[in-house]
Each structure stands twice: as structure tokens, then as C-alpha cells.
DNA sequence: GTTAGCACTCTCACTTGGAGAGTGCTAAAA
DNA sequence: TTTTAGCACTCTCCAAGTGAGAGTGCTAAC
């Protein structure tokens, strides 16, 4: 009795899950009668869902009313009750069209991937940029742009491109630039941070030294902690949820999002989680995530295993749909981890 | 009587726009003799708030409440009575600081713009990226990134820097890519889009047309829209003001944000007004903007005259401190120019 | 032209009193 | 032993009512 739930114990408590994400309002055990057709009566119910209390699966806001689920009993549904759901063929279409149709851009894709989940599951959307673990140089260019400055442009192992502005002591003409990066470039491909720190060292050029002592930089810089753009989209729909008609916590929500630290926590935390290959459903701040209170966030990685990758994800109230928000990520991360790998080897 | 007000009437006008914007509430006439020690009674300054009233500068939420400033009132009080207000020297140096830190990138200072305007105005910030007004091509670099895919960077004049991806019909070793792009660059500097139509129709490598093709068709493009990241910030700030308590009001002003076609609206018209060459305050969506209804939005050129320009801005609710406001768009606006004229002539 | 005094109006916060929904418990039925 | 009908009980929600307080407009005196 402890441990386990009977069959029919189970069976209620994804009913009541189902309706309350439906409905956004306490159950209560007449209504999922009525609602179902369930050929027991409603005192049986209730007398399950006492059980369901008892192990904590559900709650109530007051003293009879109907039951809301607690994040244990989300938890529970999620891995024992939910089921491999997958989008409807048409639309998993429809999105694969959407990515066909868009320049064959990394950067048009990841937008695009935060667009598609905030529509599909009306949460919020998170993407990040691609994520190399031991980056190479492969190929750079220096650009002369206004006055001092000049942009320098390089192109990593696996695809990744990067620019940052540099500002010499003096003018350099264009001709001189081209020359320091051509005597860049040909020392080879897939350039590792040992060989580039070897040949600054060594360079005798003062402009070459000044490069790549900032793509060393960079380079270094980024192998600790996941930088980048984060794609955003879909802010407007988890605020309408009536969950955060209170406008104190309709505010704290939109801080999180504003603010990059936590997003970044959370991303990160998949990316380097080796062992989770799959979809990661973290519900009501589960672990140490105060902020998320009251939201739950589903994450994936993408990426093929050998070059870069990245997290995609979708945050919105813990009463979300746990089997269509799941699905959902799993579809868009598989078909850009797909995309990229073509991308790659044709 | 009609048209003029007294010296007194403007200056209860101005004390009452002042206690509103700071107290959110219908101020009264007795609040306003107490707060400010006038030296006239409370019944004087209400004869001269009902004359107020009548010339609709004010307005009363319901019989017998304080009274609110109009649309009008705001308008009349920008105009008339402000005066020319500045940040606060200590700021300023403060903000000139945070600049200088700053890499020397004009991404970067756009970024910090909106940083700093959010900041110091308790609004929402938008910053445009650069525009430019006739795009002539400087130079540009081919790199192979992954499998058929080229990245393609370019110097306008001006020093914008695009990038776009080509994918070509077959994959391209780096150093034919090289050639191409210096076959490109050799034709000399500031190449007009004539000039370039004519190179790609003479072009005889399938390559060096493709290349062409898309760098026409972006800089055509961008000649008629402006188009280019907007720069956002401080969206919390706006949202824990008491107009948007109630959530509908809030989410509404939120979808505003997150859609791009008005901001692209609001900012586009500012950058092409080519008169007003100072700061542009719309207060309550006047104009057609029915979007806006209770927001006021203060916008304002940065750039030098003859090269790149973009917009600078700040939205708020109606019930704000235009003249923080107004002083912190235009010391963004002039210091953005003058960071960027230096940036060229040096 | 200004001000004290006062009646009047309107909001806001609080209380009150059902109505209704839903429960837990008990005892009977299956 | 399990299920169900019945019922008393609890708690919320809504609507109406009430009084306090704030602020006004008006009038008459200064």
C-alpha cells in the first residue's frame, strides 16, 4: 500500500492531470465522472484520489475542494503515465517544410526552432547557438571596416563562425590585412589551441600576434562556459496562462527571462549533461531552481556527437502539456541534430 | 481666456503632471498646497484646476477625485514647460565610462545603449542597428564553413558589416573560394550598385555571379526597409509600472514588444524624418498608433550625416518623466554619434 | 481676487449572508 | 471486501449593504 498504486489509482490520477491542464481549475471527483464516463461513482473516486493525497500525488487549495497535482504527481505522470507521444504527422510535416524553406542558415534555423516550439506548445522558447567542445581554426579573415577597427571573422572546426572587432594602434590598409591572415591560413586546417599559442609566440608580425592572441582568447574563453545568442520567442503565451494573472509573478517569470544568468544555468546544465540523451523534463524547479517555481522546462540537446551542439527548450507553467511540449522539443532537436549532420557530410 | 492660460495655471499644470508622475495618483488640490507649500489655499488652486479642466490639460477619474493630466496635458507640458532638461553630470561621466570600457564595436555600444537607457529612464529601451543610406561595397571574404556552405562577409562603406550564407550546387575548396573573393576586391573600393550589376553580368565563374547575385539583391533590399537587429531592453521595468496591473493591459503592450512590425514602424519613421532633428516624443500613440493607447514613446536619431545612421528609444506609460527621459535618449543619441565620427576620422 | 465653510458625491475597504460546490464519513448494498 | 448512496459539514465566491474618508463645487464672507 505504501509503495505502489493500483491500476485504477493510476488511471485517476492522469485524469486528473488531463483535466486540470485543460481547465486550469481544481477537479473534483463528480466532474471526472461526468467528463469521462467512468463506470464507477464519484464517491469511489474520491475515495482514490484520498489515496492519491495521502501519497502526495495530488492536492487541494482548501479544504474540500476539488484536487490539483502537486509536482510529484507531474513527476509521476511524466515518467510512468504520459507515454511516447509524438506530434501529428501533419504537422511534424509542416515544420520539416518550414525548415526546408529557410536559407540553409544555422542562424535562420535556430530562430526558426524557437518560433516552431513557442507555436507548438504556446510556452516560451529557448535556443541556443551552436557549442563546440575543443574548437579548431580552420580558416579567418580580417576585414578593414572604419578608421582602426577591423573585423575579424574565423570559421571553426565543424561550421561555427565567429566575429569580433578588433581596434589596432594604427591604420592598416587592407592589402597588409589580407597578407596576415593569408599567412594565417596556411599553416594548415583544424589549427588546436596548443599550435596557435605556439604561433603567436612565434610571429614576428605585430598585427598577426594581436589576432590570434583574441582568438585565443575567445576560443579558451567559450570552452568553459556556453556564450552565445539565446533565441527567444513566445514571452506573450505563457503569460496569458491564468497562472500568471497575478502581475507580481507575471514579473518575476519575465525577469528570469530577461536575465541571461539562469537561462544560461539551465542550458549549460544540458549541454554538458552527458548521460541524459534524450528529453529533459525539469518540473516546478526541481533541484535548485527557486526562480522556476511555479514553471516547468523541458530541454533537449541537438547536435551530431562528434562537432557542435546545443539545447533547445520550452518553458511554461507546471500545469502545461507535459506529452505535447516533450514531444514537441524531441521532434525539433532530432530534426535540427538531422539537418545539421546533412548539412555536414554532403 | 480661451486660448492662453495664466503663469499660475501653467505652473499648477506643471505641479500636477509632476505629482502624478511621481505618485501614480489623482492628485488633489489640497495635496498639492501641502506638498509644494504653495502660498494660495487649496480652494484657489481648485478654480484653477477646473479651469484646467475645462481647456482639457486635466481630467478627473470621476466626480469628486483629484485630477490626472490628459494627453494634451502631457503635450502642453513637454512643449511649454519642461525645459531643457540634462542628465545629471556624475551620469553622464558615468555612462561616458561604461563606453569607453566597451570594446570598440559597434554592436557592443548598441547593446549598452539599450543597457543604459533601460536604466536610467525605468522604461523599455530599442535601439536600431546602423542604416545605411546608399550602400557601396568596400570589400568582401568567402569562407568555406561546412560541406556546400560559404559564409559570406562584407564591408560596406560606412563600415556595416553583413554576412549571409551561401550554399552553393557543390562544395568549393577554401583557397578557389579565396581567389573569387580577391577577383571581387581587386575592381577597387566603393563599388556602387551599377558597378556591380555590371561585374556580375560579365562575370564568367559560376561562383563570382552567384556571390554578386546575393550581395545585390541584400543591399537592394535594404535600401527601401530598414532591416537589422533591434536592440531591446528593460521590459520588466515598464511592466511593474501601475498602469499594467491589470494583465490584459500588460500583455497587450508586451505583444507590441515582441512583435517586430510596429517597432520597425515607429523606428523607421524616425530615422526618415529628416526635419526634426532633435528628440521625437509621441505621447499616448498620438499619431495613428491605436497600439500605444496608454504608452508614450521618446525616439531619437544617432549617426553622422553622411554616413550610417539608426534610432535610439525609449517606451514607457504616459505617466513618465519626460524630462529624465528626453535628457537620457538625447545624451545616448549625441554620444553614440560622437563615438562613431570619432571612430571613422581617426 | 481669494478663502473659509459646508453640503454633496463617489470610491474603497469591510462585513454580512446566502448559494453552491465538493468533500469525508457512515452505513447499507453488492 | 468493495462499492455506493446519503448527508452533514466546510469553505469559497458573489452580491448587497454600510460607513469612513477624501475631494470637490458652490456660496458667502473677507
Chains 1, 2 share one sequence.
Not at 124 to 151: C, E, M, P, W, Y
Request: some cysteine; hydrophobic content about 40%.
Amino acid at each position: 500500500m505504501k509503495g505502489t498504486l493500483t491500476e485504477r489509482q493510476k488511471f485517476i490520477l492522469a485524469l486528473v492531470v488531463r483535466e486540470y491542464v485543460e481547465t486550469a481549475e481544481p477537479v473534483s471527483s463528480g466532474r471526472l465522472v461526468e467528463q469521462y464516463r467512468l463506470d464507477f461513482s464519484s464517491a469511489t473516486v474520491r475515495n482514490e484520489m484520498a489515496v492519491l493525497t495521502e501519497h502526495a500525488y495530488l492536492q487541494q487549495p482548501y479544504t474540500s475542494a476539488g484536487r490539483i497535482p502537486t509536482r510529484e504527481g507531474y513527476r509521476f505522470f511524466v515518467q510512468q503515465l504520459m507515454g511516447p507521444a509524438e506530434l501529428p504527422t501533419h504537422v511534424q510535416q509542416m515544420i520539416r517544410h518550414q525548415f526546408y524553406q529557410a536559407r540553409h542558415d544555422v542562424d535562420d534555423w535556430l530562430s526558426l526552432s524557437a518560433s516552431v516550439l513557442a507555436n507548438q506548445t504556446q510556452g516560451a522558447s529557448l535556443v541556443t547557438a551552436l557549442h563546440i567542445d575543443k574548437a579548431k581554426l580552420n580558416h579567418l579573415a580580417l576585414l578593414a571596416t572604419r578608421g582602426r577597427q577591423v573585423l575579424l571573422v574565423y570559421v571553426l572546426e565543424g561550421g561555427e563562425v565567429r566575429q569580433q572587432t578588433l581596434v589596432l594602434d594604427e591604420q592598416i590598409p587592407q592589402r597588409r590585412l589580407s597578407a596576415v591572415a593569408d599567412a594565417i591560413n596556411r599553416q594548415g586546417e583544424a589549427k588546436d589551441v596548443p599550435s596557435l599559442r605556439l604561433m603567436m609566440e612565434e610571429a614576428e608580425d605585430e598585427v598577426e600576434r594581436q589576432v590570434l592572441s583574441m582568438i585565443l582568447a575567445e576560443i579558451e574563453d567559450s570552452e568553459t562556459i556556453s556564450t552565445g545568442t539565446i533565441y527567444r520567442d513566445g514571452l506573450t503565451n505563457v503569460l496569458s496562462e491564468p497562472e500568471f494573472a497575478d502581475p507580481a509573478v507575471a514579473q518575476k517569470t519575465l525577469r528570469l527571462f530577461e536575465d541571461r544568468s539562469v537561462l544560461d544555468d539551465l542550458l549549460s546544465k544540458t549541454i554538458f549533461e552527458r548521460d541524459s540523451n534524450g528529453v529533459q523534463v525539469i518540473i516546478g524547479g526541481e533541484g535548485n531552481w527557486e526562480e522556476l517555481q511555479n514553471c516547468s522546462v523541458i530541454l533537449a540537446r541537438y547536435g551530431t556527437e562528434t562537432h557542435a551542439m546545443g539545447a533547445v527548450g520550452v518553458i511554461g507553467p507546471m500545469r502545461m502539456s507535459y506529452s505535447r511540449s516533450v514531444s514537441a522539443v524531441r521532434f525539433v532537436s532530432d530534426l535540427m541534430s538531422e539537418l545539421l549532420a546533412e548539412s555536414i557530410s554532403s
